[in-house]
């Protein structure tokens, strides 16, 4: 049973229909809101912030112990840094990929619907 061929142009359209709605709805969104960026930079500050702020307990808690007094609190002060740091730069990348994803869906889902208007 092969389907008629208004079966087949009412579901063309109505195909079309659809993908130009989702085109709007992704257009009528912005990328990115302020409230999201500000999130993402709160997060990369206190990762920053927390990996300093455990080395340091961490090397006077050291020091006080085995009466090494500066160099754990030295030592591990930056690897509590560079932890940090090594994670705010995670967080970049994790947020740079999704900008990069949203933004490919965007192109992908407007593409299709400037080929569906033009058929």
């Known amino acids: 049973m092969a389907p008629s061929q208004s079966g087949k142009d009412d579901l063309s359209a109505r195909i079309s229909a659809a993908q130009a709605r989702q085109a709007e709805k992704v ?3 912005p990328q990115s809101s302020h409230s999201a960026g500000y999130g993402v930079g709160m997060k990369m500050a ?3 912030l927390g990996g300093a702020i455990v080395g340091l307990v961490f090397g006077l808690a050291f020091d006080h112990v085995f009466g090494t007094k ?3 609190l030295l ?3 930056t690897l509590g ?3 940090g740091f090594r994670l705010m730069l995670r967080s970049a990348e994790l947020q740079a990929k999704r900008m990069a994803q949203n933004n490919d869906a965007a192109e992908d ?3 299709a619907a400037q080929d569906g208007q033009a058929k």
Do not use: T
């Open 109 to 111: 889902s407007s593409e």
């Open 46 to 48: 206190f990762d920053l």
């Open 75 to 77: 030592v591990l002060l």
């Open 81 to 83: 840094m560079v932890a």
């Open 27 to 29: 257009r009528s969104k």
């Open 70 to 72: 500066p160099w754990g």
